[in-house]
């Protein structure tokens, strides 16, 4: 796909974020925003640098991830079509706590650091929006610690495959158990003794790479409450 600008008279935002902007706002954003193309394993920002764009995936989904000097990795939280990568841009901090890998092959708008800059000095509102999708990013990064510090591999897997579905444009996700195990910080035959159970138990459909959700509702079952309280945060800082 070629990049190109948002038309000016568009009216319905493709990013969750986005949407939760006031229609002025979204109108006077658009002709700045524009397409890109994303692809899995890209790099979007490493860890400490200072971010040149902002991305508002619509269907990418993109991991913040952490690394140790051993090449050991986690992920610290998942970003789709509801929230935006470089926060640090209006944080204050300039520079990004985490590296932003593309999970998931999608699109994305993008937004130049500086126009964002720019665009929030005009809007005391606007910039209130995006510091509660900061504190809901927060809080996924908190809880995600929580969980895998006391949770099983198959409470960690169900509650990722969750905040993966929410996320994507996708009725099926493109995740390998090698995938998997790096996202959480887990073995890989961790993560497929727990795929196996779930497929077994008929909640998921696990096939070269690819999983969709059979039964939703037993996932979430399956899941520990580290899902809920990170949907339940965002859905009430982003209602506000």
């Known amino acids: 796909m070629n ?25 006077r954003w658009a002709p700045y925003l524009e397409w890109v193309s994303l692809s899995a394993g890209q790099v979007l920002c490493e860890s400490g ?9 619509t269907s990418a989904v993109v991991s913040l991830m952490s690394s140790t000097r051993d090449g050991g990795s986690a992920e610290l939280a998942v970003v789709g079509h509801d929230g ?28 130049s650091a500086s126009t964002l800059k720019s665009l929030l000095q005009r809007s005391v509102p606007t910039l209130q929006v995006l510091l509660r999708y900061a504190q ?10 929580l969980c895998n510090r006391y949770h099983s591999i198959d409470q960690q897997l169900s509650r990722r495959l969750l905040l993966g579905f929410d996320r994507s444009a996708d009725d099926a996700l493109s995740m390998t158990h090698e995938d998997a195990a790096r996202l959480l910080g887990v073995r890989r035959e961790g993560i497929t003794a727990a795929a196996q159970r779930l497929q077994q138990g008929g909640v998921i459909r696990y096939w070269r790479g690819r999983i969709r959700v059979l039964d939703r509702a037993r996932l979430e079952q399956r899941a520990c409450e580290c899902y809920a309280s990170v949907a339940n945060e965002q859905s009430r800082l982003l209602a506000c």
């Open 3 to 27: 990049d190109h600008t948002v038309r000016d008279d568009a009216t319905s935002p493709p990013n969750q974020l986005l949407a939760a902007l006031q229609a002025d706002e979204w109108q």
């Open 49 to 57: 640098d200072t971010p040149a764009f902002v991305y508002f995936p």
């Open 84 to 111: 935006m990568i470089g926060i640090a841009v209006f944080m204050g901090g300039n520079a990004m706590p985490s590296a932003a890998v593309v999970q998931a092959t999608g699109v994305a708008l993008r937004l």
């Open 136 to 145: 809901a990013l927060m809080a996924q990064v908190a809880q995600t610690a």
